[in-house]
């Protein structure tokens, strides 16, 4: 049978298009053995807001909506988790499920998107969709990816990737369209700014650039074709306006959004030394895929106290300089490496510049990385074109391929690993000796296993020798001495002499609570332990670092130990100043309860109305359900008792004055 140059074009086309959705079976199988895996860091403190479960639609609206992860609430993505489970505690391998059909779902956007974008550059059709199925593989299986696939919190990151690729895949289709005069075209921009750059925001807020990424698909691939009034309207008030509004937010609240650098070990400065070494870390990563140094605990990074210390910090703001200025330069000439390079480090702008958020994080690479691989791609078309067709497609494709191969390997690796709790925190503690976080993480839970409790407190001992000012590890010592028996060489003495260095950690607040409950009323507790720890406590309340949520949670926790002694008027104080620093009504609530159950209902009744003008002041309270029904029912208990103790008052009374007469 003889088929023309189209049906052969079409033939490959087909082919490789089944060779990228054999690849998305080939994805599922490597990350199977992780679907397992446990709950990790913040995904509890996200999903505890299941409570009792989620079973109608005032419950459902009150969890997706009262999330305080970010300034927007994140609703979409809280909405998201209710399709792996409406209670808490739940099984994690259904919500690790969800996240890995999203990040095949992100595959398949990335195969369009990449084909969309070689077919701009005027390559061949079955050209492009060999290079996308490649791009697309090399993304779906790469190692990187891992943390935010079985990160369960991180579904956040993922659903911003997918409408921000939704968006960039609309913008391109619909300024296709209208270059080319066909209907449409600007209903298809129109959808990419609005839903989908919308819904990449309320999945995470820095889905925010996701207008960036297509202010620079506009200036490199579409800069020399025609603009329509309507359209010009669009793009600046759908594009430009928005991305101007959030520099505007920046510069007017900048003060406030660098406050919390007071509570990091770094400052501003640092930050902005150091995240240059931390991108080309990234590159490095995505270049040369490896199965060390990976996961959630960087904390040992090591900061940049200057341009030349280390010397790597001035040769990488040098290199950014470089890259940046060459994809200027090439955006005629090499449009792939240019939007690439642009799409990678403007991927970057917020959560790797000036924001004082953690210093390195895996997932900020999600959807950044594709730049990187289209830069390439494009190197690779260039060097084809230098020494021939033949030989440039088949450095292309072999080093590809190369890349599914290594990629498949160490994913699945790190998937096994990800599957086991204790595989995971030993792997992250023996491969970052130096991180505070992966020995307190790893010697807490060696300590909650009893055979392990000695280890377990050999590690914490160990680690705080590294860092000596971090109060939380001796308490967690003291923690599992109590809950196992087991001997350490602090006491409460010791930790009451740190106290004045204690700051805030990641991990305090628990290892904190858990000390309260064991040594103030719990399995430890006795006369001389319940005054050492209350004092300890309340001093961690004032800790360095310790305010807002955080510092109210400590406060509220310590006021129900006082009150669980029977000292209203220290529970009382602590949970008026707890209120200071998180402004909720169930403070208030429980206050009234408090107040009640000693019979000074009075006083009980002016704090439900301190309860109900908070519930009337809370955030977002269009869409947040009102808890004031809750508020009246205690309201209505109160006042019943006040009667009932109203009335037997004057039934004495009245006994009293018969026994007179």
């Not at 104080?573 to 209902?601: C, P, T």
Request: charged content about 15%.
């Amino acid at each position: 049978m003889n088929y023309s140059l189209s049906d052969r074009s079409l033939l490959k086309s087909a082919l490789y298009t089944v060779f990228f959705l054999a690849l998305l079976l080939v994805v599922s199988v490597l990350y199977w053995p992780g679907l397992t895996g446990p709950f990790l860091l913040d995904d509890s403190v996200n999903l505890v807001a299941l409570g009792n479960g989620v079973t109608d639609w005032e419950s459902a609206f009150q969890f997706i909506f009262s999330n305080t992860s970010g300034k927007l609430g994140r609703p979409v993505s809280m909405a998201s988790f209710l399709l792996s489970d409406q209670y808490w505690p739940a099984p994690s391998y259904s919500f690790k499920y969800v996240n890995l059909m999203i990040h095949l779902l992100c595959g398949v956007l990335i195969f369009y998107l990449v084909y969309r974008l070689l077919l701009l550059v005027e390559t061949k059709p079955h050209s492009a969709c060999l290079i996308a199925a490649l791009v697309g593989g090399v993304w779906l299986i790469h190692p990187l990816n891992v943390s935010t696939v079985l990160y369960v919190i991180q579904r956040m990151t993922q659903l911003s990737a997918l409408f921000s690729l939704c968006a960039c895949i609309f913008y391109i289709v619909g300024r296709d369209r209208m270059q080319a005069n066909r209907k449409f075209g600007l209903l298809f921009v129109m959808l990419a700014i609005m839903p989908f750059s919308a819904l990449a925001v309320l999945s995470k807020e820095n889905g925010i650039l996701a207008l960036l990424f297509l202010l620079i698909i506009e200036w490199v691939f579409f800069q020399k074709n025609k603009r329509t009034a309507y359209f010009k309207v669009i793009y600046f008030s759908g594009v430009i306006f928005p991305l101007l509004i959030l520099v505007g937010y920046f510069v007017i609240n900048m003060d406030s959004l660098l406050r919390p650098y007071e509570n990091r070990e770094f400052t501003l400065q640092h930050r902005l030394l150091t995240e240059p070494r931390i991108l080309f870390d990234y590159i490095g990563y995505i270049l040369a895929p490896r199965s060390y140094g990976s996961g959630l605990m960087h904390d040992d990074f090591v900061v940049s106290a200057s341009l030349l210390e280390p010397w790597t910090t001035l040769s990488a703001l040098v290199a950014i300089f470089v890259l940046v200025v060459a994809a200027f330069l090439t955006r005629v000439k090499a449009p792939l490496f240019s939007f690439g390079v642009l799409f990678f480090f403007g991927g970057h702008l917020l959560e790797s510049t000036f924001l004082p958020l953690e210093l390195y994080f895996e997932h900020r690479n999600y959807l950044p990385m594709v730049g990187v691989f289209l830069a390439l791609g494009q190197i690779f078309l260039l060097v084809g074109r230098l020494i021939g067709a033949p030989i440039g497609r088949f450095l292309l494709v072999g080093t590809f391929c190369l890349y599914l191969v290594a990629g498949s390997f160490l994913t699945h690796q790190s998937a096994r690993i990800w599957g086991d709790l204790f595989n995971l925190l030993t792997f992250w503690a023996t491969e970052h000796p130096d991180s505070l976080r992966a020995q307190r993480v790893y010697g807490q839970f060696l300590g909650n296993i009893p055979e392990w409790a000695d280890t377990g407190v050999r590690i914490l001992s160990k680690a705080h020798e590294k860092f000596p000012d971090d109060i939380s590890l001796p308490i967690a010592e003291l923690n599992i001495a109590c809950k196992h028996q087991v001997i350490t060489d602090k006491d409460m003495d010791y930790v009451i002499s740190r106290l004045d260095s204690a700051s805030y950690n990641g991990g305090l607040l628990t290892v904190t609570k858990n000390f309260g409950d064991f040594y103030i009323d719990g399995k430890c507790a006795s006369e001389e332990s319940r005054g050492k720890a209350l004092r300890i406590v309340e001093a961690l309340t004032d800790a360095s670092g310790m305010k807002g949520a955080q510092k109210a949670e400590l406060l509220f926790f310590l006021g129900e130990k006082y009150a669980g002694q029977g000292n209203l008027n220290a529970a009382m104080k602590l949970l008026d100043e707890a209120a200071l620093h998180q402004r909720i009504s169930v403070v208030h609530v429980r206050q009234a309860q408090y107040l009640a159950s000693a019979g000074l209902y009075d006083d009980a009744l002016e704090y439900i109305e301190k309860a109900y003008l908070l519930d009337e002041s809370r955030r977002r309270k269009r869409i947040v359900p009102s808890q004031a029904d809750t508020i009246k029912q205690l309201e209505m208990k109160i006042r019943a008792l006040k009667q009932m103790n109203h009335s037997a008052d004057n039934g004495t009374h009245e006994l009293i004055d018969n026994n007179t007469q």
